[in-house]
């Protein structure tokens, strides 16, 4: 059921531009492996600004993610992930969301977007939680949030697998996506 508030009240929050501070966030993912567990990794966030009018409910971000940042702590799996297999860093260097809307739902924000990775855009919708709003001890107005969703990577062309001989496949379909960030409030 989605609220039907057109407009909300967020303690703390302040109208203007909002620019990602890359030290303080991160963009982590996870997938199943041999079906049996799980393999994180992260990407560096190359660029986020978030565009904050008065009503909440009409922000915009956009997000770029570097792909060849790709780190799962093996150099070989990084490599494959880099490669035309998987993200084909060379022809397709970053990933960009776009939002399309942001919305109330049962009490919880989710912002819908349009995610593209390997030249491939499909919509998504992140559960989008924040943190909180503080002052850093050099006078910046920051803001913390974290974002989840979940995609299917073949959805993006990321169909590369292989069987395994005791049934089933190498690389899981669902890759959870989870952002945390932190911005600060462009000083004008």
Known sequence: MTDTATTIDVPGYKTGTWVLDPAHSEVSFSVRHMMISKVRGTFGLKSATLIAPANP??????????????????????????????????????????????????????????????????????????????????????????AKAIVNREDFGLTWNAALETGGVLVGKDITITLDLQGALQQD
Do not use: C
Not at 68 to 86: Q, Y
Not at 100 to 118: A, E, K, M
């Open 57 to 146: 409910l009409e922000a915009k971000v956009e997000a770029s993610v570097d792909v060849a940042s790709v780190d799962t702590k093996d150099d070989g799996r990084d490599n494959h992930l880099r490669s035309a297999d998987f993200f084909d860093a060379e022809n397709h260097p970053t990933m960009e969301f776009r939002s399309t809307g942001v919305r109330v739902q049962d009490g919880d924000f989710l912002v819908d977007g349009d995610l593209t990775i390997r030249g491939v855009t499909k919509p998504v919708t992140f559960d989008f939680e924040f943190g909180g709003f503080g002052i850093d001890p050099w006078g910046n107005y920051k803001a913390g949030a974290t």
